[in-house]
């Protein structure tokens, strides 16, 4: 009997590791954004649309001086699952911040980290994406896990149903994440950094009639969190993201993207001083385990997420011009 020897574990490259330092940045980032969130002290339309309005100046500049709008790949069918794609993602960040007013920003988060089972489960629904036993038992699984982080108790439907609304606001907003990600998903030859600017474009004629400005006139130096909503937490985290993902495999994606509700939780406690429950915590594990192997399925090994044909014009510059989905694993506010 000869006994095998185990082939050793490949070192992690480079650019693996400029991908997950940049993928981390961005989670973190993304962590922090409840806390610009709250302490604008403005509306969630009125933050959405001016988060919407300086995103997309600062990833229209960079857009721009990369020269990406020349041989940009759209056509009238990607562009109009462009925009439909950005109208779910801006009511997405409508509902979330809602959310954070009736509930807190931890369990907000963890809540709309429910993403990937809505992605799955409308996948199914819409596009008979097939479906097994053991996806629908991680999902069950999460879904009790939920239940827990909720912390929903009976004298919360007796106490006006506020806390039950937000909890509903976060569902929402996480339904309305997946059906982004499936409308972006169909989007091929076309960068994500220009996706992603028509999806905060479509927001600013869309949420231009719900926007209060005579809420703003006081608003003063709470300016400074709106501008860092759409610069730092749309800008600057996209680009990271996107570079990331055209440097990492699945698998790593899926993991980094709980350093997200791990920051956010963290901050939450650090500045507001809330925090889950012990009864609460206990659905989250449950959380992020069904998560990675709904996330990740079968897969043996970190398995690279598959590029989207390149732009027309573009295939001498790949894999720099390969189009990446603008929803993929890992799942951002």
Do not use: C
């Amino acid at each position: 009997m000869t006994s095998q020897t185990p082939l050793p574990t490949p070192a992690q490259t480079p650019s693996q590791r400029t991908g997950a330092a940049q993928l981390t940045t961005a989670m973190v980032l993304s962590g922090t954004l409840g806390v610009f969130v709250v302490e604008s002290g403005a509306s969630p339309f009125n933050v959405v649309f001016f988060r919407v309005l300086f995103g997309a100046l600062s990833l229209g500049g960079y857009v721009l001086a990369r020269g990406w709008l020349r041989d940009h790949g759209f056509t009238p069918r990607t562009l109009g699952l462009a925009v439909l794609g950005g109208v779910f993602i801006v009511f997405n960040w409508v509902f979330l911040f809602q959310s954070y007013e009736s509930t807190s920003i931890s369990v907000a988060t963890v809540v709309y980290h429910t993403q990937p089972f809505y992605v799955v489960l409308l996948g199914a629904l819409f596009f008979r994406e097939r479906l097994t036993a053991a996806k629908v038992g991680w999902i069950a699984l999460a879904f009790a896990g939920l239940i827990l982080v909720s912390g929903v108790t009976p004298g919360d439907f007796a106490a006006g149903g506020g806390y039950l609304l937000g909890i509903g606001q976060a569902l929402l907003a996480a339904l309305l994440y997946g059906l982004s990600t499936l409308v972006t998903k169909r989007i091929t030859g076309v960068r994500p950094h220009l996706i992603a600017l028509v999806q905060v474009l479509v927001g600013i004629p869309l949420l231009l009639p719900f926007a209060n400005f005579g809420a703003m006139s006081g608003t003063g130096a709470d300016w400074g969190w709106l501008v860092g909503l759409g610069v730092i937490h749309t800008g600057l985290m996209y680009v990271l993201m996107y570079a990331a993902y055209a440097q990492l495999p699945t698998a790593k994606i899926a993991v980094l993207a709980f350093v997200y509700p791990a920051v956010a939780m963290v901050m939450d406690w650090a500045v507001y001083g809330h925090h889950i429950g012990l009864v609460q915590a206990l659905g989250v594990p449950l959380i992020v385990l069904a998560s990675l192997k709904v996330t990740l399925g079968k897969t043996a090994g970190p398995a690279r997420p598959r590029a989207a044909a390149p732009a027309r014009g573009t295939a001498g510059r790949a894999p720099e011009a390969a189009s990446r989905t603008a929803t993929p694993a890992a799942s951002e506010a």
